[in-house]
């Protein structure tokens, strides 16, 4: 079966840096986009970076120099890189799969790690 998991999330100070990790198994990982979503309380959950297969990045706006997603295919695993963290940035982080198909889009989710910024 598929799976996603998270890790590296935590408690940092503003103005730090964590590194999530989200390690995939269970499916072709080079031929999925990998994403990184984030919900905090009371807020729909939102966009904060993707990579296609052939490595195209997009991030948030809310993130754009702050944030670096990445991925290894080698090691069935995608990254994202957290610099200057605010605590605004608190939330939990959702890595996310997905890959077009003829027959449908397969789309996987992560259990979510949580991250918070705080002094």
């Known amino acids: 079966q598929v799976q996603l998991v998270e890790s590296g999330g935590g408690l940092v100070q503003p103005g730090g840096s964590l590194r999530l990790s989200c390690a995939a198994s269970?499916?072709?990982?080079?031929?999925?986009?990998m994403g990184w979503y984030r919900q905090a309380p009371g807020k729909e959950r939102e966009l904060v970076a993707r990579i296609t297969s052939g490595g195209t990045t997009n991030y948030a706006d809310s993130v754009k120099g702050r944030f670096t997603i990445s991925r290894d295919n080698a090691k069935n695993t995608a990254y994202l890189q957290m610099n200057s963290l605010k605590p605004e940035d608190t939330a939990i982080y959702y890595c996310?799969?997905?890959?077009?198909?003829?027959?449908?889009?397969?789309?996987?989710w992560g259990q979510g790690t949580q991250v918070t910024v705080s002094s």
């Open positions: 269970g499916m072709f990982f080079s031929s999925h986009a």
């Open positions: 996310n799969a997905d890959r077009p198909t003829p027959w449908g889009r397969n789309e996987y």
